[in-house]
């Protein structure tokens, strides 16, 4: 590993030459687009220390390190940095609730030690990398998130950070247009429990969910020592930890307990689907030889951020923000949730699922009529695949005609759900609230 000598003198990483720290090492990745082999003497004018490049035209003198593929070397050099330090790391997937998965687990786990997880939604081939050429000695934990849409990649992202344990939240209906099918998606997020079968410690499983007890089974985990189970509805032996929710209107607040021993969270999250989430952070805490005061302090403590789950009150209304992202999986737990909260005028702003490829026309039907099963105040629907559906409820093409609507006429008094895949842009709405 010829980088690795040269990391450890510069172990700071930049991959856009907007942005050069000095001294860092600019890696000149590719994409669709562009190609940053161009701008790597530009990166070093800024800065760098070092650029790595895989276009011998671009070597120019020493500080150029030639190779033969720029990411696939970024890949090796943080695998190869991982298993120098020896960090024990906690690997996390799933369809919906890893982001705060993640994060709860963080700050659970920081109660006790000094740890390092992904930040924002570094979670992809370049992101996971980036993220595990942060760690440093100091470090005794690292919780890393994985994504995936398209198949293979949580193999290739386990490989490279070898996850000494698992997790996966849950799988549902989300990027069917890049798994093929929703055997696809369980399929691919397995490959985590297949790397922690062959050469991990343990998988932390939600064991209320049949889908992943299947998938550990395929894994050859079911009936080993490598399980620790959670569950909502068990708390016989085999269960680490259990909880029951107590209420949820607005706030998640669960009764827990752990070695026969029960006790209060008053969560900051918004929605009973994040119950699973909350169970896994206390599992893995639990695991880890936090006590249950250190545990209710690290959930108690987190506050929702990047518009997951976030309670917003304004001078008109009472927002509940989870535009982030949407698939019909988490979309529909959403609006049985909303649906569920004991709470008068209730509104809902839903936007567009995307990367549903086949499956678009018919899981948007879906969620109209859930919604029609609903008592809503007034549903709001934006995006071409919405306007598709056959509803009564009014529809608009883009967030930008809604904003329009709601100049003429405004939404006030409401308690107000606002959801959709990112690419539909539903926070620009907020303004308006």
């Known amino acids: 590993m010829q980088l690795y000598p040269i990391f450890q003198k510069h172990p700071l990483i930049c991959t856009d030459s907007r942005n050069c720290p000095s001294g860092s090492i600019f890696f000149a990745l590719k994409g669709d687009n562009f190609n940053a082999n161009a701008y790597a003497l530009s990166a070093l004018e800024k800065g760098c220390a070092y650029a790595v490049v895989d276009e011998a035209e671009y070597a120019l003198d020493e500080r150029f390190i030639l190779v033969d593929d720029v990411l696939k070397s970024l890949q090796e050099l943080a695998h190869y940095h991982r298993q120098q330090l020896g960090t024990i790391i906690i690997g996390i997937t799933g369809t919906n609730g890893k982001t705060t998965s993640k994060e709860l687990i963080a700050s659970v786990l920081s109660e006790k030690f000094r740890i390092l997880f992904t930040q924002g939604n570094l979670n992809n081939h370049i992101g996971v990398p980036l993220t595990l050429l942060l ?149 893995i805490g639990h695991y880890f030889g936090l006590s249950d005061v250190q545990i209710k302090n690290g959930i108690d403590k987190y506050t929702p951020k990047n518009n997951r789950s976030q309670l917003t009150v304004t001078d008109r209304n009472k927002l509940v923000v989870d535009a982030y992202n949407a698939n019909p999986t988490s979309m529909s737990a959403a609006i049985l949730n909303f649906a569920q909260m004991n709470v008068p005028n209730k509104t809902l702003i839903l936007g567009d699922m995307l990367e549903l490829g086949e499956y678009s026309e018919i899981e948007h039907q879906n969620v109209v009529d859930l919604l029609q099963q609903n008592n809503f105040s ?55 609230l």
């Not at 698992?166 to 997020?189: D, Y």
């Not at 259990?242 to 607005?250: A, D, R, T």
């Not at 939404?411 to 606002?418: G, R, S, T």
């Open 135 to 283: 760690l440093k000695p100091e470090h005794e934990l690292a919780v890393i998130e994985m994504g995936a849409n398209h198949p293979g990649e949580i193999k290739l992202l386990s490989e490279i950070a070898c996850p000494d344990y698992g997790i996966i939240t849950n799988v549902g209906k989300a990027h069917l247009e890049g798994f093929g099918s929703f055997e696809g998606v369980m399929k691919t997020k397995a490959e985590l429990y297949d790397f922690i079968a062959a050469s991990g410690k343990q998988i932390f499983i939600h064991a209320d969910n049949d889908y992943l007890l299947e998938m550990a089974q395929k894994s050859g985990l079911l009936k080993t020592d490598k399980i620790i189970k959670y569950s909502q509805k068990d708390d016989s032996a085999d269960i680490s930890v259990s909880g029951q929710i107590l209420n949820c209107s607005p706030f998640l607040e669960m009764t827990c307990k752990t070695d026969s021993q029960a006790f209060e969270i008053k969560t900051q999250l918004i929605g009973s689907y994040n119950a699973e989430n909350v169970l896994g952070a206390l599992a």
């Open 378 to 432: 007034s549903v709001l629907l934006v995006g071409k695949e919405f306007s598709k559906t056959k509803t009564n409820f009014r529809c608009f093409e883009n967030v930008e005609a809604l904003m329009e609507d709601i100049e003429r006429k405004a939404i006030v008094d409401q308690i107000v759900l606002i959801k959709g895949s990112r690419g539909i842009r539903l926070e620009k709405v907020l303004s308006k």
